[in-house]
């Protein structure tokens, strides 16, 4: 049987050829049909090669094959060179080109701390809390002084605090505040109980940083003031709390913990989402992550506002806002929230 010799050198420069002279999408496509379309040239060669003796088969298979990527990307090359000229002449003109798609814009989110910060606020407003909220650059006064914590005082250096060089009010300096408590001074000072406040808030500490300690982190301030208030509302409370943001199954640990303004004090922790109890790196060890600390307001404090301690009692509480999120979402180190990495960020 003769088969009729293949030449794929002509069909190479006259496909070469015809390409380079297609001036439009229309030439291109009609191009594209007659040298690589299903019935077009090339293929109509790939196809015949079955009938040639195999050491020619390979040969020719090869060149083919090599041939066809070549004008693949040769067309692709000469698609783009055509949209490029059509831009140009579009921009000439001034003329715009409504046909072409347009660029996706980004569509932006809110940061996974702020997202969990409105599903917390959302549970205690839920309790009857409102919000409220205070100022980042804060005075001694209300920070330590009015929170029972006098200067020279070690409870300052539990919040090793990040002072404002030359900055200062009424004579005193002032500090980017190292908790959400000055609040409750501050707003006890002009309203009388009953109250509920729920007060979300940035505060600052010259931190040495690991995976569950930033130097700039989130914290909501609860304080609640009114007749008969015990330590089973504070428990109570925030043990919904805990229920309603990680479900029945996970642990709650209450210890005693020292703060100047409460009495008694409490710190609330979590079993560790990671190690499940048993420690880790990111609960350094413990296997409970510490989430708040809390108590029941130092009766001090409520006559120095002006309130009868004999008649009114409160409880507050301080609640890290990044380690509420790391436990939600199981995010092993706290210092992604902040590296601005959209990687990170993006899974939220
Ligand atoms: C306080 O800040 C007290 N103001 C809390 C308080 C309020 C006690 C009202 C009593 C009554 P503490 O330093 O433990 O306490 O911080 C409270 C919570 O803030 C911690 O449990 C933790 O969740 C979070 N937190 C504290 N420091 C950091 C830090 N460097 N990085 C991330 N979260 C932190």
Redesign the pocket.
């Known amino acids: 049987m003769s088969t009729k010799p293949v030449d794929l050198h002509e069909l190479a420069s006259s496909a070469r050829e015809e390409l380079a002279d297609a001036g439009d999408e229309a030439a291109l496509e009609k191009w594209r049909i007659a040298y690589l379309g299903r019935k077009g040239r090339l293929p109509l060669v790939l196809r015949g090669l079955g009938e040639l003796p195999l050491e020619e088969r390979r040969r020719l298979g090869g060149e083919a094959n090599q041939l066809r990527q070549e004008l693949e990307s040769a067309l692709e090359a000469k698609r783009e060179e055509l949209k490029q000229q059509r831009h140009t002449a579009a921009e000439e003109t001034g003329r715009l080109d409504v046909t072409l798609p347009g660029r996706p814009k980004r569509v932006g989110r809110l940061h996974p701390v702020t997202q969990t910060m409105r599903e917390m606020l959302e549970i205690f407003v839920s309790m009857g809390f409102s919000v409220i909220e205070g100022p980042e650059v804060e005075t001694e006064y209300y920070n330590f002084t009015a929170l029972r914590i006098p200067e020279d005082h070690p409870a300052r250096d ?2 090793d605090t990040l002072w404002l060089e030359g900055a200062e009010k009424d004579g005193a300096p002032l500090l980017l505040r ?4 000055p609040n409750q001074a501050r707003f006890m000072e002009q309203h009388q109980p009953p109250i509920r406040i729920a007060v979300p808030g940035r505060c600052y ?1 010259h ?1 040495a940083t690991d995976a ?4 700039m ?1 989130t ?1 909501i ?1 609860l304080l609640a003031v009114d007749e008969g208030i015990s330590m089973a509302d504070l428990k109570g409370t925030l043990f919904e709390f805990a229920k309603r943001m990680f479900g029945q199954e996970r642990r709650v640990r209450f210890r005693c913990d020292y ?1 100047p ?2 009495e008694p ?1 409490v ?1 609330m922790a979590i079993d560790c989402f990671l190690c499940g109890g048993d420690g880790c790196r990111t609960c350094r060890g413990e296997g409970w992550i ?6 029941m307001v130092h009766p001090e404090i409520l006559s120095n506002m002006g309130y009868d301690a004999d008649r009114y009692t409160g409880f ?5 806002v ?2 509420i999120c790391m436990l939600r979402h199981g995010i092993e180190d ?1 210092r992604a929230f902040y590296a601005n990495d959209l990687r990170f960020l993006e899974q939220f």
């Open positions: 539990m919040q190292t908790h959400t408590s500490r931190e569950s300690r930033e130097w982190f914290q301030e703060f303004f409460v004090g710190d510490e989430v708040l600390g809390a108590g507050a509480a301080g609640v890290g990044e380690r706290i």
